[in-house]
C-alpha cells in the first residue's frame, strides 16, 4: 500500500494511526501542503480532491478520505477491528468520529485558516478566536458523548478504536493552537493515554518522514 | 422512531432520504436552527451536540451525526441497503459521502454563515463568495469522482443509496444559494433524477411538517 499524507494534517494522521495499530507496512510519499503540493496535475490524477490523506490499496485503486479509508482497512484488515461490527456500539463511535470529521476539523484546517487570512485579510486575533470558538463547542459535545456513553481507557474500552484515531489529532493540534482543554477532563484522559501507545508514537507526526520542525 | 429535524437543513435531509427510501415510519420534531432551539436545555439533554439531526430509536436511544445514523438505520434495516458491505464498492460510496459531509457542508451551514456575519461583521458579498469558494471546490472533487468511478442513473448504479443522500441536498443548497453548477454535469443529472423519486420527494424540505416558505 501507499499513503500519500502531510505530517501535520489531522486526517492523514487519523489513517496513520489506524495503520499502524493494525501493523500495515505502506510506502509513504510527502504531500506538502503549506507549498500547494496537493494541488500539482500529477497529484490530482490520483485524488479527485486536493486535499490528504489518499490510500493507494495494493491492486493500484486510489481511496480519499480519512474515514472512508478507515473503514475500507478495518473491512480488508479487521485484526483489531476499530469499528465494532453492528448496533448501538458502532454507531456510538461513528457519532464520535462523524462529530470530529464533520464538526470540528472542517471548520480549522489550513484551507480555511489560509482563506480566513489570505481572502478576508482577518487579524491573527480573529482568525484564533474562530479556531478556538469551533474547536471548543465541538470538544464540549465530544466531552459530553464521551461522559454519557464512553467507558474504559479509550473512547470506547481499553483498546483504542476509530474514536481515539479522531480524538487524538484533533486535540493535539488544539493544544499547539493554544486552546485551554483542562475542563475537557475525559478527552484529555483519553488523549494521555492514547500518547503512551506505540501505534500513536509511530503515527505521530514527528516520526513521519516529512516532518519538518 | 422519532426523528429531530430542521426542514432546511442538509444533515437532516439526508437522513430524511435514507428513512424514506426504507419506507420506515417516525415521529417529526421540527428543531428551528434560526430560533436558537438547537441550543435549548431540553434538547441539548437528548443530543450532546447543538445540531441537528438526531434519532431516537427504538429503544429510546439517542444518536447525532447523519451518517453515523445513516449507518445504524441501514445495519439495522438493510432493504434497501444504501451502504454496499464491504470492498471498494463500499469505499466509493463513503467517499463520496465524507467528501461532502466533510469537506463542502460543514463550511456552508448555517451556524458558520451565522458567525461570517455577526462575529466577523463580512458583508453580503464576502459571505457568498465563501459560500461558491468551499461549494465550487468540493462540487468540482465530487464531479471528478462521479466521472472516474461512478455508473448507472445515480451516483453508483441504478438504484438511489447513502452517496446520493447526501449529494441531493447540497446541491439544492447550493442552487439556492445561487451556485452556477451547470458544468457539474453528472452531478446535476444525478440531481434531476432523484427529484423524480418519491423518496426524495418525500424528504425534501417543503414536504416537512416544519416547512416554512
Chains 1, 2 share one sequence.
Not at 482568525?127 to 479509550?154: F, N, P
Request: glycine share 8%.
Amino acid at each position: 500500500m501507499q499513503l500519500y499524507s502531510f505530517f501535520n494534517s489531522s486526517t492523514s494522521w487519523r489513517v496513520r494511526i489506524a495503520l499502524a495499530l493494525k501493523g500495515l507496512e505502506y510506502q509513504h510519499h510527502g504531500i506538502n501542503l503549506r507549498h500547494g503540493e496537493q494541488r500539482s496535475t500529477a497529484y490530482l490524477a490520483l485524488n479527485a480532491s486536493p486535499s490528504v490523506p489518499l490510500l493507494i490499496d495494493d491492486e493500484g485503486q486510489g481511496i480519499g478520505q480519512s474515514l472512508a479509508i478507515i473503514d475500507y482497512l478495518d473491512n480488508r484488515y479487521p485484526q483489531p477491528q476499530l469499528i465494532p461490527l453492528e448496533g448501538l456500539a458502532r454507531a456510538r463511535v461513528l457519532e464520535v468520529a462523524n462529530l470530529v470529521g464533520c464538526d470540528i476539523h472542517p471548520l480549522n484546517n489550513l484551507r480555511v485558516l489560509g482563506y480566513l487570512q489570505k481572502e478576508l485579510l482577518l487579524s491573527d486575533q480573529q482568525k484564533d478566536s474562530w479556531y478556538q470558538h469551533w474547536v471548543e463547542e465541538g470538544i464540549q459535545a465530544l466531552e459530553t458523548l464521551l461522559e454519557r456513553h464512553g467507558y474504559g481507557r479509550y473512547c470506547f474500552g481499553d483498546e483504542p478504536g476509530l474514536a481515539d484515531c479522531c480524538l487524538v489529532p484533533q486535540v493535539a493540534n488544539a493544544l499547539r493552537m493554544g486552546c485551554n482543554l483542562q475542563r475537557f477532563e475525559r478527552t484529555l484522559a483519553i488523549y494521555q493515554v492514547c500518547q503512551a501507545h506505540p501505534a500513536f508514537i509511530q503515527a505521530s507526526p514527528r516520526h513521519q518522514p516529512d516532518f519538518i520542525a
